[in-house]
């Protein structure tokens, strides 16, 4: 299984990014896909969580700003993010799971290899 995430770069307060993970090895549609992110010195965090049905998940500090959306037809997931602020600055992960949870990380088996993203002030 691959989880292949980009997308991820250098954008000022207030822009937007689209990030994209092309995942492949799974049978894509039968999985929960999730992006979490990690800035440095802190923990890994739950961003947003889309399920096979389309069913939508997000973190409370992203909620209104970012968009999680899934083509199962191209076995890809996306993270539309608006209105960046500096406290978005992190690694991104993608992430393909069949927890219960899709908030928790334990819900997820694969894991990507991460895209930075840094919004500057």
């Known amino acids: 299984v691959q989880l292949q995430a980009s997308g991820g770069g250098l954008v000022q307060a207030g822009g937007s990014l689209r990030l994209t993970c092309a995942a492949s090895?799974?049978?894509?549609?039968?999985?929960?896909m999730g992006w979490f992110r990690q800035a440095p010195g802190k923990e890994r965090e739950f961003v947003a969580a889309i399920r096979w049905s389309g069913s939508t998940y997000y973190g409370d500090s992203v909620k209104g700003r970012f968009t999680i959306s899934r083509d199962n037809a191209k076995s890809t997931v996306y993270l539309e993010m608006n209105s960046l602020k500096p406290d978005d600055t992190a690694v991104y992960y993608c992430a393909g799971g069949s927890g219960q949870q899709p908030e928790t990380m334990r819900s997820y088996a694969y894991w990507g290899q991460g895209t930075q993203v840094t919004v500057s002030s």
């Open positions: 090895g799974l049978i894509f549609i039968s999985y929960t």
